[in-house]
Nanobody, 124 residues
Framework: QVQLVESGGGLVQAGGSLRLSCAASGLTFGGYAMGWFRQAPGKEREFVAAISRSGLTTVYSDSVKGRFTISRDNGKNTVYLQMNSLKPEDTAVYYC?????????????????WGQGTQVTVSA
């Protein structure tokens, strides 16, 4: 049974930082590209960042580029999202997702597995 478990969310002031983690089990982690998505109240789920199986390729949405960094540790079956210079508009539930693929996708459709999400709230 595949499980993706996010952690590290919380309440932070604007300009602050958080690091999200997503621990994967039940799959061969190194065979999966990983992505982070987020969903704010009343809005559709949107792409945040993704990383290839090896970690050599990363992609970001324009809204987080330069502020967020995605990384992975295949030995620990974990993907991370370091979030710096947080803004109130970053407030959302953040989800990690896994896709068994050699490429990296910005859309949610191709992803095979999803976590339950972790809340990030940024106060002004």
């Amino acid at each position: 049974q595949v499980q993706l478990v996010e952690s590290g969310g919380g309440l932070v002031q604007a300009g602050g930082s958080l690091r999200l983690s997503c621990a994967a089990s039940g799959l061969t982690f190194g065979g999966y590209a990983m992505g982070w998505f987020r969903q704010a109240p009343g809005k559709e789920r949107e792409f945040v960042a993704a990383i290839s199986r090896s970690g050599l390729t990363t992609v970001y949405s324009d809204s987080v580029k330069g502020r967020f960094t995605i990384s992975r540790d295949n030995g620990k079956n974990t993907v991370y999202l370091q979030m710096n210079s947080l803004k109130p508009e970053d407030t959302a539930v953040y989800y990690c997702a896994a896709e068994q693929t050699t490429v990296v996708h910005r859309t949610s459709g191709p992803y095979d597995y999803w976590g339950q999400g972790t809340q990030v709230t940024v106060s002004a």
